[in-house]
């Protein structure tokens, strides 16, 4: 089983809708991150926790929100979606000592109509 | 603020060859890390190869290694004995401080050729 998965894989929605992309982790991380994908700008960072009780913005957090509902789970919300939030969304983990590196899901196409 | 910049959009090679994918960064820090991440067709964001910036010595990972110049913000990946498997989107990226947020290059495609 993957170590950090994020459903839905891809979703298409309407312009105006909410909507939530989930991330889970079995890792036992305890940093989680957020990023967006767009053709020909690599990664951007959106959102990133060190904890539960811990949520930062990143360079790109305008239009987004998120939730640490525990160690395992971030969640990711449009509460508006608009067109240009159309991109590839992944979400990564790292544990808080020791390694540094981040891993990431399998990504999550979303399209705006 | 950090960047990092890929000057290559686009590199090919045959099979069996090797390349090198070019990288530089923009940064006041003296501790850092950098990484290149790979990501084939399938989207997922695989790690290549990490440095620190306070080890002198370049690190290898099998068939890929990486040149770092650390007073010329440089980072270079070659990829010895080219496989198919290896056309991929090629990013570098910077990580700094405590919270180690990653920043990326905007990537280089790489295609390799039978």
């Known amino acids: 089983d993957a170590d950090v998965t994020q459903t839905p894989r891809n979703r298409i929605t309407k312009t105006g809708k909410r909507i939530m992309l989930e991330c889970s982790q079995t890792?036992?991380?305890?940093?989680m991150y957020w990023y967006r994908q767009d053709p020909g700008l690599g990664l951007r960072l959106i959102y990133y926790?060190?904890?539960?009780?811990?949520?930062n913005k990143g360079e790109i957090s305008d239009g987004y929100s998120v939730s640490r509902q525990a160690q395992a789970k971030f969640s990711l919300s449009l509460e508006s979606a608009i067109p240009n939030q159309t991109a590839l969304y992944f979400c990564?983990?790292?544990?808080?000592?020791?390694?540094?590196?981040?891993?990431f899901g399998p990504g999550t196409r979303l399209t705006v109509l | 603020a950090q960047t990092v910049t890929q000057s290559q959009p686009e590199m090919s090679v045959q099979e069996a060859e090797t390349v090198t994918l070019s990288c530089t960064y923009d940064t006041s820090e003296s501790n850092y890390y950098l990484f290149w991440y790979k990501q084939p067709p399938s989207r997922q964001m695989i790690l290549v190869i990490r440095q620190e910036a306070y080890k002198q010595q370049n690190a290898t990972e099998n068939r890929f290694s990486v040149n770092f110049q650390k007073a010329a913000k440089s980072f270079s990946l070659k990829i010895s004995d080219s496989q198919l498997g290896d056309t991929a989107m090629y990013f570098c990226a910077f990580a700094r401080g405590s919270n180690y947020k990653l920043t990326f290059g905007k990537g280089t495609l790489l295609t390799v050729n039978p």
């Open positions: 990564a983990t790292m544990p808080a000592g020791g390694e540094d590196t981040q891993y």
């Open positions: 890792k036992g991380h305890d940093r």
């Open positions: 926790s060190f904890d539960v009780k811990d949520i």
